[in-house]
């Protein structure tokens, strides 16, 4: 033990030695993309595209990726009744999806065309569609353990059609550098990526600085290159937070007030961005698990604990390069034996011998993603026995002033872990659709920031829709701060679709198909919209702008069997 010390000891010591600020986290800095920094760093570019994140992400036409994938495949969901279908045109892949009635008769057929397709293939596929300029998951998936096509993540708890948005906060972690428009779900600019694949900048940060002094020859005049970050020289937080940017999960990630998921830039603290929060374990719950929490995970291992933090992603990964299959159960020996010797393992030898000497293969098992079908992924708990339990310091995350949630990537060894109210508003909001116990602590932030300056838009409806579901006479209220949230921006199609609803109740109809058309005209993929914008042309006996509102809702969604029977009843 004392051996694991001391070289975590003088690994950290010589990390946090140095001065740590780097001058591309600055604002203005502008990104370059991979392939300048291929110029200088060809070895280490070429070996970076050739693993898991050089791959993360690329044009579904791409010759080397429709080698990968059956050009063909049909599946049928029961539940759905209904047809998905893959087909290939030339260099192009399409997904379909179509239903068929009692009698076989073809009730719908739609088909889009597959944009791009996020993965490496190490556990499968997925796919984007592209509709004008939103970005949509197809809902068939390839999947590269069992060799098939099947409904993609998340589809099998909801019936999306082509119509799942890319969310921001995802799309963000599985590419080099996206375009989402800020607050407008699916939404990108044109072009959607600057880089498709996680690419050198992911990590290093913003490359122009550090190219362009180089291209005019600057050195160093004392120390280290500071034009760009280099994580391996970074504290050890500073590096985690890289990490902990993708590979930590959440039941909610938060940003701060005024920043946005592109913001954050590696050598400066992710807590400056983001929040990721999680719902604290109970010891008595069943059905938890650490999977997918990278970082949590590593922290509630022995060896992260007797290194009091030291031991880091970097201690045991390579990200320039991947070993080979043939090498990954040496590679990761090597990486333990750094801290422990050969005679740390009290497994007989040729017991050790049998299984490759693999110490990840028993200490940190592969186990199945629960809604990820046919996936598997490594547990990043190291542990002594597979029955091993959750340690003490598992049910000891929070903290005083934040008793009912864990703050994953607070400051290190920090006693408190203080987050503004609007953070939290949000934060509760979400979490209390999985655990109506937050409900309170919801319904409180929100009392407590109804009462205090300054106006925010979230707040606005939030209490909007808060006295929509409240007494009659809350409804006057409810349209002030609905409308006051929209007046100043607030996007989400929901505020919208209140709105119209209280307008509704007041009896102000004709109000109310004009927020309705308004969100439309801002969220043009929002189902809810349309549907509540078609029932009040009907209730006025508008006929005809009825039909041409479902008309235009069953091209957008034809898999909605409640307004295409609509439809034919107004037809």
Known sequence: MRRIFLALSIFTSLRAAENTTYRNTADGVAYTGSRTCAGCHPKIYRDYIGTAMGRSMALATSAAHLENVPPT??????????????????????????????????????????????????????????????????????????????????????????????????????????????????????????????????????????????????????????????????????????????????DTRVLQPGKDYLDFRPGTPLRDTLA???????????????????????????CYRASDGRLSCLTCHQIHSMPRPTETAAYYRARCLSCHTGSSCRSPRPQRLARADDCAGCHMPKRPVEFIA????????????????????????????????????????????????????????????????????????????????????????????????????????????????????????????????ALAKAGRIQEAIGALERGIAFSPYAPALYKELALHYINLKRYLEAKKTMERYVELFPEDDFVRGLLVKVR
């Open 276 to 302: 990721i929060l999680r719902i604290p374990l109970k010891r008595d719950a069943a059905g938890q698990s650490d999977l997918l929490e990278h970082h949590f995970s590593m922290q509630l291992s022995q």
């Open 374 to 501: 046919h996936s598997a992924l490594t547990n990043h708990r190291i542990i002594a026995r597979p029955d091993e339990q959750l340690p003490e310091e598992a049910f000891t995350q929070t903290t005083p002033d934040l008793p009912d949630l864990v703050y994953a990537n607070r400051p290190l060894h920090a006693a408190k872990a203080s987050l503004p109210p609007i953070m939290l508003l949000q934060a509760f909001g979400e979490l209390m659709e999985k655990d109506p116990a937050y409900q309170p602590r919801y319904l409180a932030v929100l009392d407590h920031l109804s009462k205090a300056p300054p106006d925010q838009p979230l707040v606005q409806a939030a209490l909007g829709r808060k006295m929509l579901r409240g007494a009659p006479e809350l409804n006057t209220a409810a349209i002030a701060h609905l409308s006051r949230a929209i007046e100043m921006g607030f996007s989400a199609s929901i505020a919208y679709q209140d709105l119209a609803e």
């Open 73 to 250: 495949a049909s599946v049928f969901n029961e539940k759905l009744n209904r047809h998905f279908e893959v087909s290939r045109q030339g260099m192009a892949l399409y997904q379909g999806e179509y239903e068929l009635d009692a009698s076989g008769q073809e009730v719908f057929r739609t088909a889009h065309k597959l944009e791009y397709v996020i993965g490496s293939g190490v556990n499968g596929y997925t796919y984007i569609v592209r509709r004008g300029d939103y970005l949509f998951q197809a809902p068939l998936s390839y999947y590269s353990r069992r060799k098939n096509w099947d409904q993609s993540p998340g589809y099998e708890f909801a019936d999306y059609g082509f119509n799942r948005p890319i969310a921001a906060a995802c799309i963000g972690c599985h590419s080099g550098r996206a375009q989402p428009v800020r607050d407008r779900a699916g939404l990108f600019g044109d072009p959607p990526f600057h880089e498709l694949a996680i690419g050198c900048e992911n990590c290093h940060g913003p490359g122009a600085l550090h190219a362009t002094e180089k291209a005019k020859g600057a050195v160093p005049s004392k120390g280290p290159d500071r034009s760009i970050v280099n994580p391996a020289k970074l504290p050890a937080r500073l590096a985690e937070d890289i990490c902990m940017n993708c590979h930590q999960g959440s």
